[in-house]
């Protein structure tokens, strides 16, 4: 019934830009906070960053604060990331995932509904 679908990612060069998108279906898009994160061969699926509710209200992971930002459209049920100054280090499978929980969720374990990913690959 709920389908997360992301898309944008492809290859780009490092120091470049790319804003990923990812709309929602099947859901009360308005009631969950949303964000985005990144799973690397070998590591942990890692929090990016996330936007609450209304929109109004953001939090970023040390890791890619000033360079990423999160944003979201509730009238066309679609959030965004923006990126800037990408690094190689960034490449990975992107995730956008849905949260019922107010109080600033950064864990994978907070979020019911995740999407399929979209690969961002950056190059030196």
Not at 3 to 25: M, N, T, Y
Not at 47 to 52: G, I, Q, Y
Not at 64 to 77: A, E, H, P, Y
Request: with cysteine; glycine share 8%; charged share 20%.
């Amino acid at each position: 019934q709920v389908q997360l679908v992301e898309s944008g990612g492809r290859l780009v060069q490092a120091g470049g830009s790319l804003r990923l998108s990812c709309s929602a279906s099947g859901l009360t898009f308005s009631s969950y906070a949303m964000a985005w994160f990144r799973q690397t061969p070998g590591k942990e699926r890692e929090f990016l960053a996330a936007v609450s509710w209304s929109g109004v209200s953001t939090w970023d992971a040390d890791s890619v604060k000033d360079r990423f930002t999160i944003s979201r459209d509730n009238d066309l049920n679609t959030v965004y990331l923006q990126m800037n100054s990408l690094k190689p280090e960034d490449t990975g499978v992107y995730y956008c995932a849905g949260s019922l929980h107010r109080s600033y969720p950064d864990a994978p374990t907070d979020y019911v509904y995740w999407g399929q990913g979209t690969q961002v690959t950056v190059s030196s």
